[in-house]
């Protein structure tokens, strides 16, 4: 657990922009009208994903569209550790520290990343860049592994050692397409040097059957 504050420095004002208020439009259409303060989570993301953070007024924007008091929606911005309570870098950098994780090496990773980036929380020299140190990922069979935040999503970068996260920092700055998930030879979590199931097409979809996504009538490829 650690104490998480919200920026010193702080806009004056937040307003959600036209593609955030469809978005929002979306979540709140899955909740009746007196349980719509369900809706926290998706609305700090969705802010979070419109200008890289979560900003105090943007708290209090949620608070007041949800009527819900605003210390509860501080208390859920400050709690979870997937909201980024200051600006960050292009590419924002969270190593998993867990016990798997430690073990296979994250402290390599979390090296790499204080030479390059600097200390926690601060934006790289060059703007592209910031790092934290979070609890587990949940992808202990692909230790040590990061999760990486950036304008084409949030994916997570698994088999890593300090060598690899290098070159892939390498790549990012340089503004290259990286390779997301396992950077070894395996397919997602499965063995190393497996023999069977070896057939590309068993995992990249194209055998499954196109099926209507709930509650939005489009079809998943």
């Not at 208390?75 to 997937?82: D, I, L």
């Not at 990061?146 to 970068?157: E, F, K, R």
């Amino acid at each position: 657990m650690s104490v998480r504050r919200l920026a010193k420095e702080q806009p004056e004002s937040f307003a959600f922009n036209k593609k955030s208020e469809a978005e929002i439009k979306f979540w709140l259409a899955k909740y009746p009208e007196a349980k719509k303060a369900s809706a926290v989570i998706p609305m700090l993301w969705i802010a979070q994903k419109q200008e890289g953070w979560v900003s105090e007024p943007a708290i209090r924007d949620i608070a007041g569209r949800l009527e819900m008091p605003y210390i509860r929606v501080y208390e859920v911005a400050t709690f979870y550790t997937m909201f980024n309570l200051e600006p960050v870098g292009t590419h924002l950098i969270q190593v998993c520290g867990t016990t798997p994780c430690m073990l296979r090496g994250s402290g390599e990773l979390i090296d790499v990343c204080k030479k390059r980036i600097g200390k926690q929380h601060e934006i790289s020299a060059d703007g592209k860049f910031t790092w934290i140190e979070v609890e587990c990922m949940g992808a202990c069979a692909n230790a040590p592994m990061i999760q990486l935040a950036n304008p084409d999503g949030d994916h997570y970068v698994e088999d890593l050692d300090g060598a690899k996260l290098e070159a892939l920092m390498d790549d990012l700055a340089a503004g290259k397409q990286i390779k997301y998930g396992p950077q070894s030879e395996r397919n997602a979590s499965e063995p190393h040097g497996t023999k069977v199931l070896t057939d590309p097409s068993l995992y990249d979809g194209s055998r499954a059957k196109k099926i209507k996504l709930p509650n939005t009538g489009k079809a998943e490829g």
